[in-house]
C-alpha cells in the first residue's frame, strides 16, 4: 500500500470516496480524478515524456508531459506543483502560470495488459521558467523530450497508437490544440 490516495467519483461526477492509488488501478479501475498537464517553455515547446518500463499501465509509452491525481482536499493546481516535483524534479516555484483549458475532459481506456484508465481528467497548460532544470524520477519518466506544438500535432496525427490515448484524444480537441499553438507564437 501507498500513502497516497485517490479520490472516487461517482456517474454524476461528484466525490464520493477515496482509494489507495497503489490499488486502483485494476482491470476495474473505479471512476476518479486526475488531471493532464502540458509543459510548456518559453520558446513555446512541449515536454513529452516517455513513461517509465516500470509503469502498471502503459509502460514505455510517450505521453503529454506529466499526469495526476489530485490527493483528498488537494487543490488540482497544487497537486499539478506536486506532480511537477515527483515526476519532473521541477521546483514548484518555476511553474509560472498553471492555466485549465479542458476542464470538461475524461475518458476510459483499457491498455493491452487489460489495466484501465477510467478518469475525470481536466487538462492544464503549464508554464515553465527559462532555463529551470528537469531532473525526471526515473520511476516515472523513462526519457523525454522538447517538441514544438506543431510538430507534436503532426506526430500525433500521423502515428496515433505510439501515444498514450489520453494524449490522442485530448489532442483530438481543437481548444487544446489552439492554446498550445498559441504559446508557440
Known amino acids: 500500500m501507498s500513502d497516497e490516495y485517490v479520490v472516487l467519483a461517482d456517474a454524476h461526477g461528484r466525490p464520493s470516496g477515496t482509494a489507495d492509488k497503489a490499488t486502483v488501478h485494476t482491470d476495474d479501475t473505479p471512476l ?18 516517455r513513461r517509465a518500463l516500470s ?33 519532473l524534479g521541477i521546483d514548484p516555484d518555476n511553474l509560472t502560470d498553471i492555466r485549465e483549458v479542458l476542464g470538461d475532459f475524461s475518458y476510459r481506456a483499457t491498455d493491452s495488459s487489460g489495466i484501465v484508465e477510467n478518469e475525470i481528467c481536466p487538462v492544464y497548460v503549464v508554464s515553465l521558467r527559462d532555463d529551470s532544470p528537469l531532473n525526471p524520477h526515473p520511476d516515472e519518466v523513462d526519457s523525454s523530450f ?40
Open 146 to 185: 522538447w517538441i514544438a506544438a506543431d510538430q507534436l500535432f503532426a506526430a500525433v496525427d500521423a502515428a496515433p497508437p505510439a501515444f498514450s490515448p489520453w494524449l490522442v484524444k485530448e489532442l483530438g480537441d481543437d481548444r487544446l490544440r489552439a492554446e498550445l499553438a498559441r504559446t508557440a507564437s
Open 32 to 49: 476518479h480524478f486526475a488531471f493532464s498537464a502540458y509543459l510548456v517553455d518559453s520558446r513555446g515547446r512541449v515536454l513529452l515524456t
Open 55 to 87: 509503469k502498471i499501465a502503459w509502460p514505455g509509452v510517450w505521453t503529454n508531459s506529466f499526469c495526476g491525481h489530485p490527493g483528498p482536499g488537494e487543490s488540482t493546481p497544487d497537486a499539478i506543483r506536486r506532480r511537477a516535483a515527483q515526476e
